[in-house]
């Protein structure tokens, strides 16, 4: 159950799985988190993923390309460097739709129908996407190219290649035209689990690896640390170095950074030019398939909120990677309190009062919460499927002050 906020209403959507091998969605469900109250939406087309800007547009994208629409009446808003497509489809059952001007990313299909590692726009507009453009496509069958046997091809782009980078996927930052800004601005990076992109281009990702300290997993004893690592890099100044051997141009060891690896798991190795790491979230890397992952996210402040599924919380860290505050532990639906950091947390369709005296949030019970969604400083939503449902925690702050403005 992904979850998306509506920044204009305020309003949640949740995207489940009903097409493309259930890594897609036709239709979503809309929430009021005041009343409860909840309604299906049909999409214009079936999507891999989404994402709003701050107009309130929807950003829908399929393996290749991204549409943007208004909601309210489905109007397309064309790319000014878009493309015109007929009958565009993510395919096995997700609704295609005429695009008058959509945004072709680089690319091809991912492998093994996999999800792709997520999207996000900026607040002045800027959006980034995943892509998959993996070097194995070159070698494959032509009966086994996945771009080619279902013909959904993205615009081709060769990137650069340099020993010890890994090909799975890169990253682009395009503008609010769709003129590319960035190409490849994480080169050699592997699999995600949602990214995320502040006002200055600065990039924010949950790696599909562990962190590790001083080159060491943090919990040796640990038979599988599934956990991933959000990091934050710089546009352009960062690159990504892989230890291992399956890549086009193995690091020789002669080349390799004079320090203890920064992360293992779908890419073993080193990050050069991050800001910092922050390790332990989500449900990342449970073997050779990522269907089973999580999503963190990000508010207008900067603030991540990420997932720490094996802890039973979510994370709040500000745009340094410090740990404000942790929301939520290990409960079912009887446990708990009804308040949570000034406000109120609930199922979906109850309703609490909210009361000024509760500042904490370990009184939110969870159990699995693998995907979440902020209204930025109002609202947290957590997807809790070990507990079969969705939690709406209302945001406040510890102290407030109000300054009248000249």
């Not at 993923?49 to 991204?66: A, I, P, Q, S």
């Not at 190409?183 to 990214?195: E, L, M, R, S, T």
């Not at 293992?264 to 979230?281: D, M, N, R």
């Amino acid at each position: 159950q992904r979850l998306y906020v509506h920044p204009l209403t305020g309003k949640l959507y949740v995207a489940e799985g009903d097409c493309g091998v259930m890594k897609a969605f036709n239709q979503l469900v809309e929430i009021d988190p005041a009343t409860g109250r909840t309604k299906l939406i049909d999409l214009p087309m079936g999507a891999e993923d989404m994402c709003f800007d701050l107009n309130g547009w929807m950003y829908l994208r399929t393996d290749t390309v991204v549409a943007r629409y208004e909601m309210s009446t489905w109007r397309e808003i064309p790319w000014d460097y878009g493309e015109e497509l007929e009958h565009h489809s993510y395919g096995m059952g997700a609704k295609g739709a005429n695009l008058a001007a959509g945004l072709v990313t680089p690319g091809h299909r991912s492998f093994n129908f996999w999800h792709l590692g997520g999207m996000a726009v900026s607040p002045k507009g800027h959006l980034l996407v995943t892509t998959c453009n993996g070097h194995q496509m070159a070698n494959a069958p032509e009966w086994k190219r996945g771009e080619a046997r279902f013909d959904y091809k993205g615009k081709k782009y060769e990137p650069n290649i340099y020993a010890g980078r890994m090909r799975w996927g890169e990253f682009h930052i395009f503008d609010k035209h769709g003129k590319a800004v960035y190409q490849d601005v994480v080169p050699g990076i592997g699999h995600c689990n949602g990214v995320g992109l502040d006002g200055d281009d600065n990039v924010y990702m949950m790696i599909a690896s562990r962190r590790l300290i001083n080159g060491k997993p943090t919990d040796p004893a640990l038979p599988r640390d599934a956990s991933g690592t959000l990091t934050k890099v710089p546009p352009g100044k960062a690159k990504v170095l892989s230890a291992g051997t399956g890549i086009p141009v193995p690091l020789p060891g002669s080349d390799r950074p004079k320090r203890p690896m920064d992360i293992a798991g779908y890419v073993t190795g080193w990050i050069e030019g991050a800001q910092w790491f922050y390790g332990g979230l989500g449900f990342c890397t449970p073997g050779g398939c990522v269907c089973w992952n999580s999503r963190f996210n990000m508010d207008y402040f900067n603030r991540s909120f990420a997932p720490e599924t094996m802890h039973y919380s979510v994370a709040v860290l500000d745009s340094a990677g410090n740990l404000i505050l942790r929301v939520g532990k290990y409960g079912n639906v009887d446990d708990g309190k009804p308040l949570s950091t000034g406000g109120t947390t609930t199922g979906i369709g109850q309703s609490v009062p909210p009361s000024p005296r509760s500042i904490g949030g370990d009184e939110v019970a969870l159990f699995y919460p693998a995907y979440v969604a902020s209204a930025t400083d109002r609202r947290l939503f957590i997807a809790d499927a070990g507990n079969a449902r969705i939690v709406s925690v209302k945001l406040d702050y510890y102290a407030t002050e109000k300054v009248s403005l000249k």
